[in-house]
């Protein structure tokens, strides 16, 4: 039996019998990445969410979702236990987290693995250990891979492995949220740039996730310091 064949009709454990759609994907691993990113700023709002949902950058590919369209998906994913929605004390609006840690069994490590091809798409592991700082600190492309494997591993998979393209020196991973058929031949994966532009590329997306994650944070202390004076 092929992998797309095994993997075919599979469900999401602990998302009620259901794969994921893309607007799903999106907005959990948001929800993942800025909980690592901007702590101080989670659980998040549906407009920080929505924001989130359509970055141009770090995302592949980039979405435009309205925010009624992440509000419904938000709505989706409660009822599939995979999102809760948090009423903080004086809080105006209501907030959002995520709970695919408890939902899937993951450590952080696992989480940041999930995320980064949620977020980025089919990548190797040398681009996930490469984008995925703000996530989780790897010490080494090993590091990843064991965390791959785990989720590989898991029943149902939540990644799979691709067939590795004639050229590169590096098999690429996918994750299986959404009930994607594995692609069992080479060319039908589509090329990816040469490793070290991807890497260079990688890097500048990490430092403007950072930068990013700066400017929110002084943003967040700025508000605070403003409403002492409202």
Not at 16 to 37: I, Q, S, T, Y
Not at 46 to 73: F, H, I, K, W, Y
Not at 125 to 138: K, N, T, V, W, Y
Request: aromatic content about 4%; hydrophobic content about 40%.
């Amino acid at each position: 039996m092929s992998n797309a064949d095994s993997n075919e009709g599979a469900a999401v454990p602990g998302a009620d019998n259901a794969f994921l759609d893309a607007a799903e994907v999106r907005v959990l691993g948001v929800l993942a990445e800025k909980e690592a990113l901007t702590p101080d700023n989670y659980p998040l709002s549906l407009n920080a969410l929505t924001n989130g949902c359509n970055q141009l950058t770090s995302r592949d590919p980039v979405m435009s979702l309205p925010e009624d369209a992440v509000l419904d998906t938000l709505h989706r994913l409660v009822q599939k236990k995979l999102v809760s929605e948090v009423r903080q004390a004086g809080a105006r609006v209501a907030k959002y987290e995520h709970r695919m840690r408890m939902k899937w069994s993951l450590e952080q490590d696992k989480l940041a693995v999930l995320v980064m091809l949620m977020l980025r798409g089919m990548q190797t592991a040398g681009e996930i250990r490469s984008r995925s700082g703000c996530l989780h600190d790897f010490a080494s492309v090993g590091d990843v891979e064991t965390g791959l494997q785990f989720l590989i591993d898991k029943y149902p998979p939540l990644v799979a492995r691709l067939p590795r393209v004639p050229g590169e020196k590096e098999v690429r991973y996918m994750h299986l949220l959404s009930g994607e058929e594995v692609p069992e031949r080479a060319a039908d994966i589509a090329p990816s740039a040469p490793g070290t532009r991807q890497d260079r590329i990688a890097e500048l997306e990490s430092e403007v996730a950072r930068l990013r994650a700066e400017v929110e944070r002084l943003s967040e202390q700025f508000d605070s310091f403003r409403k002492q004076f409202d």
